[in-house]
């Protein structure tokens, strides 16, 4: 069973600069696609970055357009942990921001799929 833990939400001023990280237990993240998620009150869970590569496939990375540009998702296999650097940030990207790792790759719907708690990212002057 992996667990899994998000830390480094907060508070940030608009246009500012925050990364999240998303480390995990119980297993090897490298045999997962690693993604980040989020979602803002009254608002559908949004899919924002992703990589699709694992130890048993290679792949590209994802982006939701909301995002590309903006946030980068990287994994230190070292660490066991998965990052999302969020710069220029925006009001709209106040949510609850989840990881989670997929078994049969980015964004598909498996039992074996692990998910974090979440990390409240609030983006306010």
């Known amino acids: 069973q992996v667990q899994l833990v998000e830390s480094g939400g907060g508070l940030v001023q608009p246009g500012g600069s925050l990364r999240v990280s998303c480390t995990a237990s119980?297993?090897?993240?490298?045999?997962?696609?690693p993604g980040w998620l989020r979602q803002a009150p009254g608002k559908e869970r949004e899919q924002l970055a992703c990589l699709s590569s694992s130890s048993r496939r290679d792949g590209p990375t994802h982006y939701a357009d909301s995002v590309k540009g903006r946030f980068t998702i990287s994994r230190d296999s070292v660490k066991n942990t998965v990052y999302l650097e969020m710069s220029s940030l925006k009001p709209e990207d106040t949510a609850v921001y989840y990881c989670a790792t997929f078994f049969l790759g980015c964004w598909s719907d498996y039992p074996g799929n692990f998910w974090g708690q979440g990390t409240q990212v609030t983006i306010s002057s």
């Open positions: 119980g297993g090897s993240l490298d045999h997962y696609a």
